[in-house]
């Protein structure tokens, strides 16, 4: 076996019963199991799928699931549930956050496996949340989790246009048969009025409240915002569930609107957003990271506003996520000020660990899927690892002798292969197996 090899393949039992069992030094160890023992999340997390959320709880096999690094669906292959376990909340240096238990898995990275990866020499490791307490947290060591590419999502027909939506949210006046938008830019006013196929009046020299003059697209548009709730005050304001789930083209115009309106283009080209809403900033961290963007938030008294806060969000991305001529105009200036050579471009692909603290015992479950893998969306778009069976019980001895032959007992060959990339990794490290694999369908016996 080549050195490159077991460099590039990061292999290691999980702590507990595989550990000993590797480790010991009698003549013949026997380790039984099987998918799904003991890897938890709270069966109240959702699970991101190409429809959007849903709770883990209400998952069943053949569910489809998002992909967070493969543009294809997955899908659950095993539902195991944990009973009640103690949970921990798990924490990201931007805010993320998710519940899970101590022999929950996941799929890391440290600082020089991030540049590897980047340089195209892909490595991580799989670790339970014990282990990155043990090995990370406690002893001052960073590590990181991916961050998923762009949910695709569902493309989807509305009545008000997700870029129409964004300004309405930002700018739009408070009224109960009228479409108005206070805003000092007229190409933003213009171009709303142009998805709408409307025309519009300009602000008066004493105000910047615009008119977009009712038409049918209008009046619907107005009639979705009366039915949800957005003909209200800015500080009451959110995004609709519906939009947060449409296509990725579809998100990216919601989010133009918002950053036209009430958006900024900082020095460097730092990207930040201001709201009242304590919702209304939770449903643009989401949207943010459903787009494969860091957001993290802030909270500031502002005694100028009767909810007495405002809450101002950073955006890390070298997209251009704003489209007035205002934004664009300073983008541009920055790029030619600030970023020659991208000195200042961001890296951001990956997300630290920030803490992992006990919360309370609560019901818990696993799931298995057949992503390549073996990685599912959940909370906050956090990327996390599934159940796996024990698989890796003889990598050890393998890795030590190239002879060997290792035969794997399994209830049925589905429980076989639910240990994924245990699988794949073995055929790569291990160049003999291809000739040796052999799986017979109905027999609980597959032979390597």
Known sequence: MSEKIQKDKIVSPLPGCQYEAIRSNADYVVLTGSGGGGKQLSVDEPILTPNGWKKLKDIKVGDKLVSPFHNETSYVTGYFPQGINPTYRLKTSDGRSVLCGLEHLWYVRTKKMIINTRKGKETHYIKTTKQLIDEYLSLGKDIYLPIPKSFKGVEKEFDV?????????????????????????????????????????????????????????????VEYLRSVGLLDYSRNRYIPKEYLSSSKEQRLELLKGLMDSDGNVEAKNRFTFSTTSEKLKDDFLELCRSLGYVASANREKRTKYLSGVCYKISIQTNDIIFSSKKHLSRYYENIEKYQKNNAYSYYKDHIRITSIEYVGDMECACISVSDKDKLYITSDYIVTHNTFTLGYAPISYLYDNQGAKSVWFMRNVGDFFDAGKVVDGLKEIYPLIDRRFRIQPREPIGEV
């Not at 805003?183 to 020299?205: P, R, T």
């Open 161 to 221: 246009p997700p870029y129409v939506l964004g300004i309405y949210i930002g700018d739009g006046a408070k009224a109960k048969n009228s479409l108005l938008i206070c805003n000092d830019e007229e190409d933003i006013i213009e171009k709303c009025a142009g998805l709408l196929k409307s025309d519009y009046k300009v602000h008066a020299s004493y105000n910047y409240t615009n008119r977009i003059y009712l038409n049918e697209s209008t009046s619907k548009a």
